[in-house]
């Protein structure tokens, strides 16, 4: 069965530091899409990425970048000099690929990120 | 209106009233999902429209009755629920997966919803 682990429950920074959420996932299939996606206090889930099971080069995208490794099944996110902006709770999902159906999202169980200032 | 829409943004209600949720997507998407949020769980898949027909159930509890009258609009009717159903219910929407390409799920703002 698939399963996303976010291990870090809560993380807290001073503005400026970079700090890097984990994000370790089980699948059995050899193609899966991995998504990120960030839910600020007002509570709509904002998607930041997807990336596809063969696409294994990192992302960077201004401040975030991100680490995907097949060999330890792992998708992690990096913020670099972080703003207090960015504090939000941070859910890693993943999908298997889907050709019929509508696709399913597996997510993990969040890691609230306070940035302080 | 842009995006993925959900009326009311707050709700409370007692455990013998009946209401509805609203959602309402405006990105052309053909699949339409409800996601439960409670405290302490991650986020549950509850249902899932392809072309307004449900394909999935996460086994949940008849109390809880969804209606798709088209791509674009999804509701969850709401009767007789009990106070651990308090939780934020999100909606979201994406293109069906074509040939195993998923396709990226775009959330709305939820709705709080508080059963006393």
């Known amino acids: 069965a698939q399963k996303v682990t976010q291990a870090q429950t809560e993380i807290s920074v001073v503005e400026k530091e970079d700090v890097t959420l984990d994000c370790v996932y089980e699948?059995?299939?050899?193609?899966?899409?991995l998504f990120w996606y960030k839910q600020p206090p007002s509570g709509e889930l904002v998607f930041l990425i997807r990336?596809?099971?063969?696409?294994?080069q990192n992302e960077i995208s201004g401040r975030y970048s991100w680490n995907f490794q097949k060999s330890t099944s792992s998708f992690n996110f990096t913020i670099t000099a972080s703003q207090v902006v960015d504090s939000a709770v941070y859910f890693c999902?993943?999908?298997?690929?889907?050709?019929?159906?509508?696709?399913?999202?597996?997510f993990g169980q969040g890691t609230r990120l306070t940035i302080n200032p | 209106e842009t995006g993925v829409t959900q009326t009311p943004r707050h709700l409370v209600m007692g455990m013998t009233n009946k209401k509805s949720l609203k959602c309402e997507q405006h990105?052309?998407?053909?699949?339409m999902y409800w996601y439960k949020q409670s405290a302490k769980k991650p986020l549950e898949l509850m249902f899932v429209?392809?072309?307004?027909?449900?394909?999935e159930n996460n086994s949940v509890p008849s109390r809880f009755s969804p209606e798709c009258p088209n791509s674009s609009h999804l509701f969850l009717h709401l009767h007789t629920l009990q106070p651990e159903d308090s939780a934020l219910y999100l909606c979201?929407?994406?293109?069906?997966?074509?040939?195993?390409?998923?396709?990226?799920?775009?959330f709305g703002p939820g709705t709080r919803l508080t059963v006393l």
């Open positions: 990336r596809n099971s063969f696409d294994e």
């Open positions: 699948t059995r299939d050899t193609t899966y899409y």
């Open positions: 990105l052309g998407h053909n699949a």
């Open positions: 979201a929407s994406s293109q069906l997966p074509l040939s195993g390409v998923t396709d990226t799920q775009y």
């Open positions: 429209y392809n072309f307004k027909e449900q394909t």
């Open positions: 999902a993943l999908s298997e690929g889907q050709i019929q159906g509508a696709q399913k999202l597996v």
